[in-house]
DNA sequence: CCGTACTGCATGCACGGTCATTGAACCCTG
DNA sequence: CAGGGTTCAATGACCGTGCATGCAGTACGG
């Protein structure tokens, strides 16, 4: 019966992605939120934490929206959440009045330094143990 | 120094898997949107269609707990909605009058077995092309 | 120069999710 | 059998997200 796999095995595939995500997400949320930030929140920081660190780690919110897996909507939100925590600042971009800039504060960038291992921490534990070959993964514990 | 890859790998694996995560999760809701349903509305259909076909297809709500990728509160109202679309009916449970059986109607099994190909097609569409190792897997277009 | 189409971001709204709490039923021990 | 501790499911309060829309700014065509 080996044809009938055939829609299986995507089945399977598509239960490790959601288990594997259901679970690194929750574990960067634990790790993240005694810091006061979600995943999300994370990962916008780290964006701009390692995006063109000469210019002022700065990012227009457009160039954000196609990298973060949020809705341009969401990631307004998001980032208007930062920005009252103090983390980024907005400024509007003098070539193209529509843009707006994010960049960084210096506590945004402490603060991503400070949760980096954090982020790493909880990834090694969901993913880590992991090999790359997910078949029938069988999980410790 | 093949130390400062470690962290990295986990990096680009948890990135993968978030996007994957996104747009098998996009694809699959817009696919069964227009018959009434969302991703995990499907993912409790599609347990309780596989699920004890001998007994009724019923299933306490505490045993989907386990498995669907939902808080128990989450679930509560999912079923509720289901049941309010005709799909499912709860009755207690003689045994523990704390639980609560769950069981598929004709409605809804009719209409699991009306999606299911869609959810597969979906999957398919988006996990298809990608082979099952990710070392620095390239996604066509 | 003005109007129209278009782009970039913000906002209103509805929905679905989690957390914390509640309430009922069960269990166990004295 | 009364009482405290535990488990199962439902509910309330709150939050983040997507969709559709609004509004300012830009580009283009007459």
């Keep these: 019966m080996a044809s009938k796999t055939a829609g299986g095995q995507l089945e ?84 193209d009045r529509r843009g707006v800039w994010v960049s960084l504060t210096s506590r945004g960038r402490d603060l991503h330094a400070e949760v980096l291992p954090l982020q790493r921490a909880a990834l090694s534990r969901t993913l880590g143990g992991e090999p790359p070959r997910p078949g029938s993964g069988r999980s410790p514990r």
Tied chains: 1, 2.
């Design 12 to 95: 399977d595939r598509w239960r490790d992605i959601l288990s594997a995500h259901a679970r690194t997400m929750c574990e960067i949320d634990r790790a993240l939120h005694p810091h006061g930030l979600g995943a999300s929140d994370f990962e916008v920081l780290d964006m701009l934490a390692t995006a063109a660190p000469e210019e002022g780690r700065q990012c227009r919110v457009q160039n954000l929206v196609g990298r973060v897996h949020l809705s341009q909507s969401a990631l307004s939100r998001l980032i208007a959440r930062l920005e009252k925590d103090g983390l980024v600042t907005r400024s509007v971009c003098a070539e």
